[in-house]
């Protein structure tokens, strides 16, 4: 399966539309910043208008107030045209208006706003706009986390037409048990691929890019894993589609029976209804991170990667990889790199300073502050070469169920896959190079279009998914280009 664009010139029409504008926005942005700018004047003599309209209003000088604020709307109205146009504001167009302004201005500095009150008047206006920005803040944190973990219509349309086929197209059951007992499903001269998801075409996007980029792509083994709801879509899809001739076995979590209560600490949390309530529930605290309260972050899938020597007991070594990336490079080479007997072999994330081991864990515990430094580097969950004979012989899975354990009342740590991990695989993670797996494209606009290219895997974590509308636009192509929309599904449901 090659590339494919995706041939929708209404959207190119409005990115460019977009990119039109935002570089009228920054030339404006420019214009405001410059020193011997009218622009730059207007919106300071706006500013202290603006304080004064709330003195005068408070002295009850109702006129005066809205004198100003009349002048206000005429410096906004201007300023407005001068960023749609981006044509710079003219000494015709300001002149009266600062003029006016300056003479209303000193008006109210001449009849009782003296220096003292117009201080404290400010003072508390500034800490009531922290506030609104802050409130500000976190409704945008939740609208944003909304939006990503919303299914579009579209996907949703996918899913739909695709369970039909399932349902209604018996060759296509009949196939997929033909190929539940392939050899190749546990053949370890292979390059065996594990992804766990319920997003059909993001799973797909993975798939596509890893094979079209493979040197010999009959060679790859993927072991997919997704929930009930999304078995019959998930099979139909990869059942009707040609991936290069790799083998692609899909399986149903929810036939996992030995992944109970029981067993798993994770799964006797999730049906804690304490739990379920403040994960999935409603919950009215702004003040907590929204992105904490997104169930993903507690959804079993997610949780999936802790299993995977149980859940393929006869492989030695796979691939995982996260349904939020892209493969760019021939992902083979690494199964010959040595791991140096670790278990996890990883792409190191603490250039910054925000990525080490404090950041993600409760220091304050004893039980973490006792066992781990605190300056020890992070590293990148989502792109993992996993040795399942280190696993085995480490015991990891053991040490995750301690850990679930020991965070039960989530005191070690907040949410997450990351945090246990970094626990578990603690002295036995081996440093990739930072090529093979580069981070950031769902939430970073400035990456370096070079570190970009030069990566073996490109990775749309943060909340601006590629399949979703509120994807940067600079990085969306890059995910496009693996999605096939001459397919009839995906013209009658995505393009559409």
Known sequence: MGTYGTGDFPLQERNARVEHFAKESL????????????????????????????????????????????????????????????????????????????????????????????????????????????????????????AAEALPKSLHCLNVKLV??????????????????????????????????????????VVNSTVYNADHPKQLVFHIVTNGINYGAMQAWFLSNDFKGATIEVQNIEEFHWLNASYSPTVKQLQNPDSRTFYFGLYQDVSADPKMRNPKYLYLLNHLRFYIPEIYPQLEKVVFLDDDLVVQKDLTPLFSLDLHGNVNGAVETCLEAFHRYYKYLNFSSSIISSRFDPQACAWAFGMNVFDLVAWRKANVTARYHYWQEQNADGTLWKLGTLPPALLCFYGLTEPLDRRWHVLGLGYDLNIDNRLIESAAVIHFNGNMKPWLKVAIGRYKPLWDKYINQSLPHLQNCVLS
């Open 27 to 146: 030339n404006f942005t420019e214009e405001i910043l410059s020193v011997t700018s009218f622009s730059r004047q207007l919106a300071q003599q706006m500013i202290l208008a603006k304080a004064y309209v709330v003195i005068a209003k408070e002295h009850n000088n109702l006129h005066l107030a809205w004198q100003l604020s009349s002048k206000i709307r005429s410096c906004q109205l201007l300023l407005s045209k001068a960023a749609m146009t981006g044509e710079p504001v003219t000494l015709e167009e300001a002149e009266p208006i600062i003029k006016s302004l300056t003479a209303l201005i000193f008006k109210a500095q001449d009849i009782h706003y003296d220096i003292a009150t117009t201080i404290v008047t400010m003072k508390s206006h500034i800490l009531a706009l922290e506030e609104r920005a802050n409130a500000a803040t976190v409704q945008s944190a939740v609208f944003g986390q909304l």
């Open 164 to 205: 039909s086929d399932w349902l209604k197209v018996p060759s296509l059951q009949e196939l997929s048990d033909e190929r539940k007992n392939s050899p190749r499903l546990t053949d370890n001269n292979l390059y065996h691929f594990c992804i766990f998801s319920d997003n059909v075409l993001a799973t797909s996007a």
